[in-house]
């Protein structure tokens, strides 16, 4: 079965400083790994996605991810932390169900703060 | 419409009502998911669909959790003998096809039972 662990429920940075998010998954089979964000009062939009290929991926707003397969990890950067980026984001792991079609599995998510 | 629609925005309902909850998703999507969120916490599966079919339910937390989607578009979450427990919001995911695809959210449904 798939799960999805975040380290740390809050994570505080001083703006331009570098951004870490901890995201570790498991899965019976090849995944694939999501970032999500949630902006306070808007709905969940995609921050990036890894499916097949390379392993680093370039999402939005100069985020992205790394997938290390012998870690089972997938964690989240930034070089530069923005005042904008203070949101709640969330890492999630999505394969085949044996009924058939993608299921996707969300992690608890880590409220990152951006001190000025 | 351009996005995935929910309503009603905000429901309170007293304990033991029923209520439904509405998710509109992109026109053409495939996959539809339904996803209950707890203050604090990070969305919990509870069912998802592929066009009409319900493939796995495994999420819904008892008997009194229904969810329909009969014509393979708007999809209906019912909620019977609503108890406070059932308090949260319950967002509405839809993907283009029933791979990979990333979802697109709506804005959730808060459910209050007093």
């Known amino acids: 079965a798939q799960s999805v662990t975040q380290l740390g429920s809050h994570v505080s940075v001083s703006e331009g400083a570098l951004v870490l998010l901890r995201c570790n998954y498991s899965?019976?089979?090849?995944?694939?790994l999501f970032w999500y964000v949630q902006y306070p009062n808007q709905g969940l939009q995609l921050l990036l996605k890894?499916?097949?290929?390379?392993?680093l991926v370039k999402g939005i707003n100069g985020f992205e991810a790394e997938f290390k397969k012998s870690e089972t990890s997938f964690h989240l950067t930034k070089p530069s932390a923005h005042m904008s980026d203070a949101a709640e984001y969330f890492c999630?792991?999505?394969?085949?169900?044996?009924?058939?079609?993608?299921?996707?599995?969300f992690g608890a998510g880590t409220r990152l703060f951006v001190k000025a | 419409g351009a996005g995935v629609s929910q309503s009603p925005r905000y429901k309170v309902a007293k304990r033991g009502q029923d209520v439904a909850l509405r998710c509109d998703p992109i026109s053409g999507h495939v996959s539809l998911f339904w996803y209950q969120q707890a203050l604090g916490q990070g969305p919990e599966f509870l069912t998802y669909?592929?066009?009409?079919?319900?493939?796995?339910k495994s999420g819904l937390p008892s008997d009194r959790f229904f969810a329909e989607r009969p014509e393979g578009s708007v999809s209906t979450l019912k909620i019977q003998r609503t108890q406070q427990e059932d308090s949260a919001v319950y967002l509405c995911a839809s993907s283009l096809s029933g791979d990979n695809s990333p979802l697109h959210f709506g804005n959730g449904t808060r459910l209050t039972v007093t």
């Open positions: 890894y499916t097949t290929g390379a392993t």
């Open positions: 999630a792991v999505s394969d085949r169900g044996r009924t058939g079609g993608f299921k996707t599995i």
């Open positions: 899965s019976s089979v090849p995944p694939y």
């Open positions: 669909f592929q066009n009409e079919a319900q493939l796995d």
